[in-house]
């Protein structure tokens, strides 16, 4: 029953609505206590001769009403009822992804996709069942039960009533001793299907992969491993579950036993009319809801235990970036100065940083070189704010990063990561996603300064052409392209290129950062990349490796020192040249 005080806050929030439920239920149960005294007098009646038209019109008139009330009974309790339920999921469901929004980066690396999604549905609609079927199962059983029971013992007889409720114990013993062995089975259960699910998000995202690399089979093999953990598991839980009906219907079985022997006793004994006892034998018969439904109240409960503390547990998590009430609300702009000491991935032992200082000046650019896992990437990562916790400060216009608030400093930086996002929406929608008002005029001078309308206006329905699933009908150049329009389209103050030219060509590329240069020149820009011609041209240029700086100039300068760089780039003007003697040969 702890479920119930778990969710206390909401049954307390909308108490008036649930208590129409149970009056609703009551009144049913109420009005369900005519018909079996309407049919023991009939019998009553048929049994003496005595059964006059006028008699057998009142009866059916007494009926016919009781029926009716109790669909209007019926219809109150499940309105307000299931209501509530579907009104809990929905606020349940809000929270959760609201939370899923307010979490930092830390939080995705530890939950999997498909996990959190299992929280959001299957978890979500066992709760949504304790608030709907729980409070029936709950609520029903007291009152129908009750109501039952109280009318057995006043219009038939309190004896026989005794004899027969006397197995009934035997179902809370039952009760207790399953429920707990179900909650457990249930939890196993539940994360169970978050594993499948995790499995079954992993292959559809990362088909292409699979196909490319002929590894179908052994994925079938591995998915097929996980549904059979699955099954074995699922079929603990429905082998405790399947023992609730049984013994329920063997405990009601008894009372039948017992209430035809006894009953049949008094009957002949003359304490009780034989119509008294066919409406016993029907109200012993409303008592099988009852019984079942404290057998199914037990199942739902320990189902929405498991998956409440699975939801819990996901809301009780915090991000470790700390949004200040009292922080700057102005949008930043000026000199950026990067002044890190050290910094450390969390549960990591060594530094991914160590003594990265630097000073952008407002309309400057810079340009981050370096081999793979130089810290290039981390270096913006934590302009971006995806990690806090490091020793040294990043200034901006000379307030700290982690002084300004996140809906300041966000929308005044513009990023595009090597690896595009896109929304199964249009191209227009996905240009202007940091800026739904932005005009279709806004929209296609974005799309010109990253050098994507030609190829736009060839598409088969230009600007409204569907992108398909994270832009699976696009190139990766023209995906590319989008997400540097969606960044230019809000005009940032700082332009962070994540190596987010890799899939141009050089004579695109360099028609883009010829563009960025004219456009850009009050505004401050970062460029990573492996392309050194995409840096050349910065005010400054930082070669990374190890997580430290390792040289750092203009491209003139750090040609001169003759190091990493000068090396890296006269091989890849090679490259080139090969490149372009292989097209023109």
Same mark, same amino acid.
């Given at each position: 029953m702890s479920i119930f005080i778990k969710l206390g806050w909401y049954f307390k929030q909308e108490w008036k609505t649930y208590s129409i439920g149970v009056v609703g239920l009551l009144l049913t149960s109420l009005l369900g206590i005519v018909s079996p005294w309407v049919i023991g007098r009939l019998v009553d009646l048929i049994h003496r001769g005595n059964l006059k038209v006028h008699d057998l019109v009142f009866l059916l008139v007494i009926l016919a009403f009781a029926s009716i009330a109790q669909y209007g009974a019926r219809y109150i309790w499940r309105n307000a009822i299931w209501g509530e339920s579907a009104k809990l999921e929905a606020v349940l469901r809000g929270r959760l992804f609201w939370h899923y929004m307010q979490? /930092?980066?830390?939080?995705?690396?530890?939950y999997r996709a498909g996990d959190l999604m299992a929280h959001a549905t299957n978890d979500l609609s066992a709760i949504q069942r304790v608030a709907g079927g729980g409070i029936l199962q709950f609520a029903d059983s007291i009152i129908t039960g009750g109501t039952t029971l109280i009318a057995m013992m006043t219009v038939v007889d309190w004896r026989l009533t005794l004899i027969a409720v006397l197995p009934f114990p035997l179902l809370a013993v039952m009760s207790r001793v399953l429920g707990n062995k179900m909650h457990i089975a249930f939890k196993e259960s539940q994360a169970a299907f978050s594993r499948l699910n995790n499995k079954a998000q992993e292959s559809i995202s990362g088909v292409k992969v699979i196909k490319s690399f002929g590894q179908e089979q052994d994925d079938i093999e591995e998915f097929n491993g996980q549904i059979d953990d699955t099954i074995k598991i699922n079929r603990k839980v429905s082998w405790l579950d399947a023992l609730f009906d049984p013994i329920t219907t063997l405990i009601m079985a008894i009372s039948y036993v017992v209430t035809i022997v006894y009953g049949g006793h008094l009957v002949i004994a003359g304490t009780i009319t034989l119509g008294s006892l066919v409406s016993f034998v029907s109200y012993l018969s409303m008592l099988v809801w009852p019984m079942f439904a404290i057998?199914?109240?037990?199942? #739902?409960?320990?189902r929405g235990n498991a998956? @409440? *503390?699975?939801? /819990? %547990?996901?809301l009780n998590k915090r991000s470790s970036i700390l949004d200040k009430n009292d922080g700057v609300v102005e949008e930043p702009h000026g000199d950026l100065v990067y002044a890190i000491d050290s910094f450390k991935f969390p549960d990591e032992q060594q530094n991914n940083l160590q003594q990265i200082h630097f000073t952008l000046k407002e309309g400057g650019t810079l340009g981050l070189v370096g081999p793979v896992g130089s810290g290039k990437s981390s270096v913006i990562r934590l302009l971006l704010r995806q990690f806090d916790e490091y020793q040294g400060a990043i200034y901006f216009n000379g307030v /700290?990063?982690?002084n300004y608030q996140l809906d300041a400093l966000i929308p005044a930086i513009g990023y595009v990561p090597q690896e595009t996002y896109l929304f199964s929406n249009?191209?227009?929608?996905?240009?202007?996603? %940091?800026?739904?008002? %932005?005009s279709q005029k806004e929209v296609e001078?974005?799309?010109?300064k990253s *050098?994507?309308?030609?190829?736009?206006?060839?598409?088969?329905?230009? @600007? /409204?052409?569907q992108v398909g699933e994270e832009g699976i009908s696009l190139s990766g150049g023209q995906r590319q392209r989008i997400a540097i329009a969606r960044a230019l389209l809000i005009d940032p103050e700082l332009l962070i290129l994540d190596d987010a030219l890799s899939a141009v060509d050089a004579e695109t590329e360099t028609r883009i950062l010829r563009t960025l240069r004219a456009e850009r020149q009050d505004k401050t820009t970062i460029i990573a990349s492996h392309r050194l011609s995409s840096v050349m041209n910065a005010d400054e240029i930082l070669v990374m490796d190890d997580g430290k700086i390792i040289e750092r100039? #203009?491209?003139?300068?750090l040609m001169a020192q003759n190091g990493w760089y000068a090396e890296t780039f006269d091989l890849q003007a090679l490259e080139t040249e090969d490149e372009e003697e292989d097209i023109n040969g």
């Open positions: 979490m /930092d980066t830390q939080f995705f690396q530890a057998g199914m109240l037990f199942n #739902t409960l320990e998956s @409440y *503390d699975r939801i /819990d %547990a996901i /700290d990063l982690r249009t191209v227009r929608e996905n240009i202007r996603f %940091a800026r739904p008002e %932005a001078l974005a799309a010109q *050098d994507l309308a030609g190829q736009i206006s060839s598409f088969p329905a230009g @600007y /409204d052409t100039g #203009t491209h003139a300068e």
